[in-house]
């Protein structure tokens, strides 16, 4: 199995910063992308920020100039540096990738963590 492990949740100030990290573990051959989705109560799970094996970054315009993406590609980890944080950025923030989990077959799966909490309070 691949297992996805968030960390760096909790409680801050609006304004205040928040790095959350995540990483995965498991059989795992390559990574093909990781990202982070936020849900709140009542809505659905949306991106936040995506980062694929070749560096390449997606962001909710919303969080842009705000958070930023980061990976370490040699313990298959990412994070996200939140600053300026808001109280709409409050939810459940879930870690995904997409990860090749073996050589022989060319077949790529999707995980999901468990999330962590981020609220924000005003």
């Known amino acids: 199995q691949v297992h996805l492990v968030e960390s760096g949740g909790g409680l801050v100030q609006s304004g205040g910063s928040l790095r959350l990290s995540c990483a995965a573990s498991?059989?795992?051959?390559?990574?093909?992308?990781m990202g982070w989705y936020r849900q709140a109560p009542g809505n659905e799970r949306e991106l936040v920020a995506g980062?694929?094996?070749?560096?390449?970054?997606k962001y909710q315009d919303s969080v842009k100039g705000r958070f930023t993406i980061s990976e370490d590609n040699t313990k298959n980890t990412i994070y996200l540096q939140m600053n300026s944080l808001k109280p709409e950025d409050t939810g459940v923030y879930y870690c995904?990738?997409?990860?090749?989990?073996?050589?022989?077959?060319?077949?790529?799966?999707?995980?999901w963590g468990q999330g962590t909490l981020v609220t924000v309070s005003s």
């Open positions: 995904n990738a997409e990860v090749r989990v073996t050589m022989v077959s060319y077949t790529f799966t999707e995980v």
């Open positions: 498991g059989t795992i051959f390559s990574v093909h992308r």
């Open positions: 980062i694929t094996s070749g560096g390449s970054t």
